[in-house]
């Protein structure tokens, strides 16, 4: 028996001094109702109703119960209408400042399918992990090393005027004799790091490749802002470590960078494994967010939980 909508059919009988109009005003028709009273009756071994010439009417026991039975039914309808509150309340999700908006809007689109409605805080690796942390956001897209990823994005170099072969880092180092061709328009040039890319797994290991090449330590550079390194490529002739997407955007030709090889990596955590298992379920849309296919043969990891520690891995 459904005690509340038990409830329901006899608060609206009592009111309404009817079975027939009870069960009308709760949309059942006249048997169920009777069943729903009767089910009552039996499960507190006592008669709630008396039957009239003119209807139905409480019995003393039924007076007694009315009161915790109104209780019970708006105690329910009220936690209906919390759940359906709670369910339009949209998922906050922090994302890098990479992602396109039209990426972004198809993600949220797909998800809005499915009865989701998401959030996008784009900020920097270090603000979206901090967010998450304070819990100003329900779940974040981490920077990782790549092995340990479940989207792997490759970088490369964006130049003003293109390269016609892949690029090597070594090719930026200086020298006095003059070189001919591109190795030649490279040499002694920077290379800039946008903001997505100033975690210690790509930074670091773009220095010392960078040191073991020969290269200057003025010649790898974290600006202040990416507006400021694109606009040191285009004046200075710098090379721009980015993706491919992101040069596209830019309209910058691109080369990958083959030595060393470095590439993005991401995770998604969130602060409660529903958060996780609800997004996990859009991992190609949040791969087509970040410009990546997924890592080969990696899942959807997605994190959750108090301490960002449980995790649920499937199939991508």
């Known amino acids: 028996m459904d005690l509340v909508e038990a409830c329901r059919t006899f608060t609206a009988v009592s009111e309404l001094g009817s079975m027939t109009l009870g069960a009308a005003a709760t949309g059942i028709p006249q048997p169920v109702a009777s069943r729903r009273i009767a089910g009552l009756e039996e499960q507190f071994g006592a008669r709630l109703l008396e039957r009239t010439g003119r209807g139905v009417s409480l019995t003393p026991f039924g007076r007694d119960m009315l009161a915790s039975a109104t209780r019970l039914v708006e105690l329910a309808d009220e936690m209906m209408l919390d759940a359906d509150k709670a369910k339009l309340q949209p998922i906050s999700v922090a994302v890098p400042v990479s992602c396109s908006t039209r990426n972004l809007a198809v993600l949220a689109a797909s998800a809005q399918e499915e009865g989701l409605r998401i959030d996008f805080q784009s900020g920097s690796p270090g603000r979206r992990a901090d967010d998450l942390a304070a819990r100003k956001v329900r779940a974040a897209l981490r920077a990782v090393p790549a092995a340990e990823a ?167």
């Open 150 to 316: 479940t989207w792997t994005v490759p970088l490369g170099c964006a130049h003003r005027t293109g390269l016609a072969d892949p690029v090597r880092i070594a090719a930026l180092r200086r020298s006095r004799a003059r070189v001919p061709g591109e190795v030649g328009q490279l040499m002694g040039q920077r290379l800039r790091v946008l903001g997505e890319d100033n975690v210690p797994h790509i930074r670091d290991r773009i220095r010392r490749a960078a040191e073991t090449a020969g290269l200057l330590p003025f010649q790898v550079v974290v600006d202040h802002s990416d507006s400021a390194a694109v606009a040191a490529v285009l004046s200075d002739g710098d090379l721009l470590l980015c993706t491919e997407d992101e040069a596209a955007d830019l309209r910058l030709p691109w080369a990958p960078l083959i030595d060393p090889q470095v590439a993005r990596g991401y995770v998604l955590d969130a602060v409660s494994a529903d958060h996780a298992t609800v997004l996990g379920a859009f991992d190609a849309e949040i791969a087509d967010c970040l410009g990546s296919t997924g890592a080969d043969g990696a899942g959807t990891a997605v994190s959750g939980g108090d301490e960002f520690g449980a995790e649920r891995r499937g199939q991508g």
